[in-house]
């Protein structure tokens, strides 16, 4: 469900409390809530087509482009489930196996 917002679409989680993720043209603005410190933002990440410019980059945002070739994943665990996914071919490290 997308509900139209000032600036962007905001895409709306039914059980997701922590991340707010707002479509904007030319790219994805993804906020992670601090869980330790309340209504202050952990990081934020926009995501920006491999092929298209980012917009003007922004001091403490972390820029990644999509689709995602490579990833390092947390566990085994969730390495089996990116196998499930069938793209374990992606996976560039376990952090701990």
Do not use: C
Not at 7 to 20: C, E, P, Q, S, W
Not at 46 to 54: C, F, I, K, M, Q
């Amino acid at each position: 469900m997308q509900v139209a917002t000032e600036g962007g679409d905001t895409l709306v989680f039914k059980y997701a409390r922590m991340i707010h993720v707002v479509q904007h043209e030319g790219y994805t603005e993804v906020d992670i809530d601090n869980p330790w410190k309340e209504g202050k933002t952990l990081h934020r990440y926009w995501l920006v087509s491999r092929d298209a410019e980012p917009p003007s980059t922004v001091q403490g945002v972390t820029i990644v482009r999509v689709p995602l070739q490579r990833s390092v994943i947390f566990t085994s665990v969730h390495a089996a489930l990116v196998g499930q996914l069938g793209a374990a071919d992606g996976v560039a490290g376990v952090a701990d196996l």
